[in-house]
């Protein structure tokens, strides 16, 4: 169902974001498929293209929407096991911290890296061709380095996306 388009006659209701009706309408629709076509989008959502493309820019510039990417199955890259894993720093010094951020991300295997509270200070999700390829990248690249104390390997049997829920734009 199209939203009605922003008229400057009505106020419209915002988000704590600054997120109206209409871009979270753009953000529902390029959630589900950020290739669909700019006048696409537009017509789903009701508004003119220009005006379309002005949203989205601007939900760019703000840094609402980071990027557009594809979903890669690691899988099908012939990266069949999966894992998490927690990674524990053995010093917190500006220097330790900054190498190790500075080398994970490049990490063969890594697909994403998250600092986090709590117990340990890292996590990383990391795709890798098997068992071997597992223990290799912990033994060669984490319990090597310099700023790790520890590490805790969790597999991933299976990967649950979230929803739009979660980020607060359901219908």
Known sequence: MPVPPNDARREVATDRAGLDEVD???????????RLANNAIADRVGIAPSTCHARIRALRERGVVRGFHAD????????GLQAMIAVQLSAHTKQQIEAFVRDVPRLPGVVS???????DDYLLHVAVRDSDALRDFVLDHLTGHPAVRHTETSLIFAHLPGTLTGLGLAD
């Open 24 to 34: 979270r309408a753009i953000l529902r629709i390029l959630a589900e498929d950020a």
């Open 72 to 79: 890669l199955d690691p899988a099908a890259l012939g990266l």
């Open 113 to 119: 890296a998250f600092h986090v509270a709590g117990a």
